[in-house]
């Protein structure tokens, strides 16, 4: 709002609200696993490694701040990644334990309808995603693009080493090669797990001003 300030508050979301979170309805959160806008363009894993100690950033927060005078970004979307390990806020030198990204569409898109999206809740519960529309795989750890295999099953999908391991040691050697869905069938949750940062929606309202237009009590008396 042009000469204004927005206000974003972090509100914890129960089982039946996760679908306001999910990519199509342009959500803005904190936490949880990023819902991606467009599916082109993602960032890799040596783009999320922490500058400083290497290890896979975690997704932080994403904002929907779309440009209504920009035809190329009627939809958009920033998105924030943190290193989960404390030392590296601390340590000097380039990279940094912070990095962000930005994802843009026009309205009229291969991705979305033009009209705004349903305020329904779904019929059925939805999980997040392990696939984007594409086909391309996510990290079942992260969310995050996920290129590498479980090389024994074949479906689970990971970002990198370090979260195929951590994966395995959740639950995920218990259920490798049984069949079915890898997703389906481990015994660990695996929509959560201790690597992701807590999950909750950002509410964005206006910041009203401390004295309205028509409020009648001098701000300079004492």
């Not at 509100?11 to 306001?20: F, K, Q, S």
């Not at 696993?33 to 896979?56: K, V």
């Not at 990095?99 to 997040?128: D, G, I, K, V, W």
Request: charged residues 25%; aromatic residues 10%; hydrophobic residues 30%.
């Amino acid at each position: 709002m042009a000469g204004g300030v927005e206000l974003g508050f972090a509100e914890p979301v129960g089982p039946g609200g996760a679908w306001r979170l999910r990519s199509a309805q342009f959500p803005s959160k904190v936490g949880g696993r990023p819902a991606w806008l467009g599916e082109a363009g993602l960032p890799g894993f040596d783009a999320l490694r922490c500058g400083r100690c290497l290890q896979p950033r975690a997704f932080l927060l994403q904002l929907y701040a779309p440009l209504p005078g920009r035809p190329d970004a009627f939809h958009r979307t920033l998105f924030v990644f943190a290193c989960r390990g404390a030392a590296c806020y601390r340590l000097p030198g380039p990279g940094g334990p912070l990095c962000a990204f930005r994802s843009q569409l026009p309205r009229r898109n291969a991705t979305y309808p033009e009209e705004p999206p349903s305020e329904e809740p779904p019929p059925l519960p939805e999980p997040f995603p392990r696939r984007l529309r594409s086909g391309a795989a996510l990290c079942r750890v992260c969310g995050c693009p996920g290129p590498r295999a479980c090389g024994r099953c074949r479906r689970a999908a990971y970002c990198g080493p370090e979260h195929q391991a951590l994966d395995w040691r959740r639950g995920h050697r218990r259920s490798c090669g049984r069949g079915g869905d890898a997703d389906a069938t481990d015994d660990a949750e695996p929509d959560h797990n201790e690597f992701l940062f807590p999950e909750y929606e950002i509410l964005i309202e206006p910041e009203e001003p401390e004295f309205p237009a028509d409020s009648s009590v001098d701000p300079e008396s004492p």
